[in-house]
């Protein structure tokens, strides 16, 4: 996990067969967050992953995409945002 501004970067070495993916280190009321994530983007595409924010982590819905259709084939980084462009969520 990297951090620039306001933009968690979290790297998945892997595609999960089940589709989903749990960030378990931004889990809902983190103390090291000073807010919510309010947003999640896959990097290298133009799509927004579906997310939920609970106690035991963001759960990320992953699009359908086939993982070799992706730039990668290694690793995907997701740009998890923690406060919106001009406040708006």
Same mark, same amino acid.
């Given at each position: 996990? $990297?951090?620039?501004?306001? =933009?968690? @970067?979290?790297?998945?070495?892997?595609?999960?067969?089940?589709?989903?993916?749990?960030?378990?280190?931004?889990?809902?009321?983190? #103390? @090291?967050?000073?807010?919510?994530?309010? $947003? =999640?983007?896959?990097?290298?595409?133009?799509?927004?992953?579906?997310?939920?924010?609970?106690?035991?982590?963001?759960?990320?819905?992953?699009?359908?995409?086939? #993982? $070799?259709?992706? #730039?990668?084939?290694?690793?995907? =980084?997701?740009?998890?945002?923690?406060?919106?462009?001009?406040?708006? =969520?």
């Amino acid at each position: 996990m $990297s951090r620039t501004g306001d =933009v968690l @970067y979290a790297t998945a070495l892997g595609w999960p067969s089940s589709g989903t993916l749990t960030l378990h280190t931004l889990y809902k009321n983190n #103390p @090291y967050l000073s807010t919510s994530i309010c $947003s =999640v983007k896959l990097l290298g595409t133009d799509k927004n992953v579906d997310f939920h924010q609970q106690a035991d982590g963001t759960h990320l819905i992953l699009p359908a995409i086939i #993982p $070799s259709a992706l #730039p990668a084939d290694i690793a995907w =980084v997701f740009a998890n945002r923690t406060h919106s462009p001009g406040g708006r =969520v």
